[in-house]
């Protein structure tokens, strides 16, 4: 089972609407991180946080530490947006490479 | 904006041949990191560095080799490619610990 799951896998919109993609690890995580994906394979980093919330123009990120949970949240939704979403948090010690989820996989339609 | 760069962007080699991935990162920045990602699957650590001469193994085995001889070049190679190895392969860097990653544009490896 991977430490980080994400959820949903796939969502299909229409455009305006509000997003919501959920994150949830088992473990204690130091920083999680929102990353976007698009088709051509290149990432973007959206967020970083630690505790809190975090906003860049129509993107907003939650964290609840105590519940191990992360939201990433786009307000007027747009096609453009149409991306893959990953979170990401580094787990334990060791390496401080980061434990992936699978990636939510989101289309906005006109 | 990028500040890592890899290349090649795309490559189709057959079975055998030994394959070099650079990349590059003008930031100055200590760690870098190879991922490894499957089409529709998660990325996963394969090799990471916290500066020259430091280089490690990540979590996901892997038959790949990593050098860091200069802070700005991490490169990859495979010395002998199969098609087990097809993948896309992505290179990050960063400047502390839990601070935000900087991708390159990956490398889509197709081996035949």
């Known amino acids: 089972k991977n430490e980080v799951e994400q959820s949903p896998q796939n969502l299909t919109a229409q455009e305006g609407e509000f997003i919501t993609i959920n994150c949830s690890y088992s473990v204690g995580i130091s920083a999680l991180h929102w990353l976007q994906q698009h088709p051509g394979g290149g990432i973007v980093s959206l967020f970083m946080l630690s505790s809190g919330k975090k906003k860049h123009g129509r993107l907003i990120a939650t964290i609840n530490i105590q519940e191990k949970h992360s939201s990433l949240h786009i307000t007027a939704s747009h096609p453009r947006d149409s991306a893959v979403y990953i979170c990401?948090?580094?787990?334990?010690?060791?390496?401080?490479?980061?434990?992936f989820g699978k990636g939510t996989h989101l289309i906005i339609q006109p | 904006e990028a500040d890592i760069y890899q290349t090649p962007r795309y490559l189709v080699i057959g079975t055998g041949k030994k394959i070099t991935l650079e990349c590059s990162q003008t930031?100055?920045?200590?760690?870098m990191y190879w991922y490894q990602q499957d089409p529709g699957m998660e990325l996963h650590l394969i090799h990471y560095?916290?500066?020259?001469?430091?280089?490690e193994k990540g979590d996901l085995s892997s038959e790949s080799t990593v050098s860091r001889i200069r802070t700005e070049h991490f490169p990859l190679t495979l010395e002998s490619a199969r098609p087990s190895h097809t993948s896309q392969y992505l290179c990050a860097s960063r400047g502390q610990v839990d601070s935000p990653l900087h991708f390159g544009n990956g490398t889509r490896l197709t081996v035949t």
């Open positions: 930031m100055g920045h200590d760690k």
């Open positions: 990401a948090g580094r787990v334990g010690g060791g390496a401080d490479g980061l434990t």
């Open positions: 560095s916290y500066g020259v001469n430091s280089t």
